[in-house]
């Protein structure tokens, strides 16, 4: 008898957990958003981002910091729903089917410490600088102190993004290097005061101890600043359900506001 009973009672513990089995997962699978996210955006807004739409959406966003090539290459091999990035996508990506949504214009601004007495410089001096020509602020007009140049990776959209605009596509030379484009922030912070280095201004702003120069007497808060980022969602085909609703979000009104607060122009179909 009692072997009986405990035969039924493992049986009725198989049921329970195959049905447990099917069911979680199901649920699990519906309530988890996989996202591939640039440093920059995730920065500058997407960590904001996510904590609202999850608390409006019960929904867990899970992010992975990357490279902007990345956060594309984790998408195409199903490692994310879909990713955010700070370039746009190749014509092959495009051909693939793979859609990109431009939804902000970042500026791209040239930062150092504070207390740096430099706050301007031309186009020709900032060229000059990650060129290694001007090596000391005092040919700037500031401190007898050697310029210290950071720059974010080279598989970066910062560093490719800079090379593009600022450069002419010339080389580059620099002190450091990071690994993501964001870690520059915190070298300025950390390495002697006459760091320079190059950013999305929606991830410097949360650094009250960094600022942006002004380049050709036009601050990254102008209209006519001359460097600017767009940052773009990929997803495989258009993007539907949670994807979609995620999207749909950034580009709402409380979307936007996060967007306006860092510093950056929503773009809006």
Avoid at 47 to 66: H, W
Avoid at 81 to 109: E, M, N
Avoid at 246 to 265: E, P, R, T, Y
Wanted: aromatic fraction near 12%.
């Amino acid at each position: 008898m009692l072997k009986n009973r405990v035969l039924g009672w493992v049986g009725s513990l198989a049921v329970l957990a195959g049905i447990l089995a099917v069911s979680i997962p199901a649920a699990a699978a519906q309530e988890r958003l996989r996202l591939s996210c640039s440093a920059q955006i995730y920065t500058a807004f997407v960590k904001e981002a996510i904590d609202s739409f999850s608390k409006e959406n019960g929904i867990e966003v899970e992010p992975y910091v990357a490279s902007s090539v990345s956060a594309v290459y984790r998408l195409m091999n199903d490692f994310s729903d879909f990713a955010c990035t700070s370039r746009a996508l190749y014509r092959r990506h495009r051909d693939y089917g793979y859609v990109q949504i431009p939804f902000c214009r970042d500026p791209l601004a040239i930062v150092t410490r504070t207390e740096c007495n430099v706050d301007h410089l031309t186009e020709g001096e900032l060229r000059a600088i990650f060129s290694g020509d001007i090596t000391n602020w005092k040919e700037l007009g500031g401190a007898d102190l050697p310029i210290t140049v950071v720059v974010p990776g080279k598989e970066t959209a910062a560093n490719k993004n800079f090379r593009q605009q600022v450069m002419k596509h010339e080389n580059m030379k620099y002190d450091f290097m990071t690994y993501q484009s964001t870690m520059a922030l915190e070298a300025l912070r950390y390495f002697p005061c006459g760091t320079i280095s190059f950013i999305s201004r929606g991830a410097a702003v949360k650094y009250k101890d960094i600022k942006a120069l002004k380049i050709d007497g036009r601050s990254p808060q102008d209209e006519d600043y001359p460097y600017y980022q767009v940052f773009y969602f990929i997803s495989k085909g258009e993007p539907a359900g949670w994807v979609r609703k995620f999207i749909d979000f950034s580009m709402s009104a409380d979307g936007q506001a996060i967007m306006k607060k860092n510093g950056m122009l929503p773009v809006v179909k």
